[in-house]
């Protein structure tokens, strides 16, 4: 089993819809990473959370410790979010982060 | 805002050549990391540095070797390349205490074929 599992693993939406990907881990952590990978390839850092709930624009994500379980969120989905969305973990060494499957999200126009 | 920089972009290889990819940051970070990214898979770490002089194994270190010779500069090489090396290789690198605890900083990856 995966220590990090996303879903869905594909996700195609109108513009404008409310999207909800989903995080969890089997292992301790000490912070949550978001990343999105364009169709270009490059990958950037959205958020790293270890707690609650954080908010940049029209993206969301929380974190609930105790089940071991984050979303994302997207309010008003528009066709450049379409990307590769990636959740990682880090448990607390610096030994890089472990990465989930990642959830490829579609908007169409 | 140069950021993180992998040279080269692409390159394709013959089995049992050679090769060295090269990472650089002007972030003065301290930790840096060489990824692979595998169809149906999430990035695996290969190796890497907590600081100059510095490198470790990550999950999947066989059939690559890393230096860390400068603070800025993180080189991942192969020795013999083989098919199953075929990948999209990422560079990252972070403030301490690494990437549990900072933003890791990514480059936009070196897509590497070998034939």
């Known amino acids: 089993k995966n220590e990090v599992e996303q879903s869905p693993q594909n996700l195609t939406a109108q513009e404008g819809e409310f999207i909800t990907i989903n995080c969890s881990y089997s292992?301790?952590?000490?912070?949550l990473h978001w990343l999105q990978q364009h169709p270009g390839g490059g990958i950037v850092s959205l958020f790293m959370?270890?707690?609650g709930k954080k908010k940049h624009g029209r993206l969301i994500a929380t974190i609930n410790i105790q089940e071991k379980h984050s979303s994302l969120h997207i309010t008003a989905s528009h066709p450049r979010d379409s990307a590769v969305y990636i959740c990682?973990?880090?448990?607390?060494?610096?030994?890089?982060?472990?990465f989930g499957k990642g959830t490829h999200l579609i908007i169409q126009p | 805002n140069a950021g993180v920089t992998q040279t080269p972009k692409f390159r394709v290889l013959k089995t049992g050549q050679s090769m060295t990819l090269l990472c650089a940051q002007d972030?003065?970070?301290?930790?840096m990391y060489w990824y692979r990214q595998d169809p149906g898979m999430g990035l695996r770490l290969i190796h890497y540095?907590?600081?100059?002089?510095?490198?470790a194994k990550g999950e999947v270190p066989d059939g690559y070797n890393v230096s860390r010779l400068k603070k800025q500069n993180f080189l991942l090489g192969l020795e013999s390349a083989a098919p199953s090396q075929t990948s999209v290789y990422f560079c990252?690198?972070?403030?301490?205490?690494?990437?549990?605890?900072?933003?890791?900083?990514f480059g936009d990856g070196t897509r590497l074929s070998i034939l």
């Open positions: 990252a690198s972070s403030y301490p205490p690494g990437a549990s605890n900072q933003p890791q900083h």
């Open positions: 292992v301790g952590i000490s912070a």
């Open positions: 959370l270890s707690s």
């Open positions: 990682a973990v880090g448990r607390g060494g610096a030994d890089g982060l472990t």
């Open positions: 972030m003065n970070h301290e930790y």
């Open positions: 540095s907590v600081g100059e002089g510095t490198t």
